[in-house]
């Protein structure tokens, strides 16, 4: 059977949950990428000497920021599991789902991560206060673009149509969608 969902677009469940799961995997891959390089470099830290002039507060940042590194690469990378595992099994729609909320899952923990490690190269770099003001900033600036703005594009889609948008019936309409 074919629907809409709402959306304009007539598919199955299977055509829309094929549709999903490639575009989350073309998100998935910009996001394991910044994470295995973050990672990387997180795992190479703990061999550099200065390593060892580092103070308790900053190993302790280190240790978290390596076990959240750890967190984020295991919910982003989980969605291949999901789908390795439940493939042919007629639960991609279910695949789907799971894999959008682990990563989501996901991206908070990059988040927690990028505060974390920001953390501790400014106090490095800076020895002062100045430090967690400069994080502060960022973790602000990472939540606008990481959630704030989606959120709000979301609310301001579910509004109801622009008078502009109503005169052909685009689909994008109410959506906060725009025409090009």
């Given amino acids: 059977m074919t629907e809409t969902y709402g959306r304009g677009r007539e598919e199955t469940q299977e055509e829309r949950a094929d549709r999903q799961w490639s575009e989350l995997l073309q998100e998935l891959r910009v996001a394991q990428t910044g994470v295995q390089i973050l990672f990387g470099f997180l795992l190479a830290v703990v061999f550099q000497s200065r390593f060892e002039d580092l103070g ?8 978290v920021t390596v076990m959240l590194g750890s967190a984020t690469a295991a919910a982003l990378i989980g969605p291949v599991s999901y789908h390795r595992l ?4 007629r639960m991609k729609p279910e695949t789907v789902l799971w894999a959008s909320r682990m990563t989501v899952l996901g991206l908070v923990l990059l988040f927690c991560t990028m505060c974390s490690t920001l953390l501790l190269i400014m106090r490095v770099a800076l020895h002062n206060e ?6 502060g900033g960022m973790a602000l600036w ?3 673009c990481w959630f704030v703005f989606p959120l709000w594009a979301l609310a301001r889609g579910r509004s109801g149509p622009r008078e502009s948008d109503t005169d052909d019936g685009d689909d994008t309409a109410g959506r906060g969608g725009r025409r090009p």
Wanted: hydrophobic share 55%; net charge negative.
């Fill in 142 to 144: 990472f939540l606008a």
């Fill in 86 to 89: 439940l493939t042919g099994r």
């Fill in 56 to 63: 308790d507060i900053d190993r302790d940042i280190y240790v």
């Fill in 130 to 135: 100045t430090a967690l003001w400069l994080v």
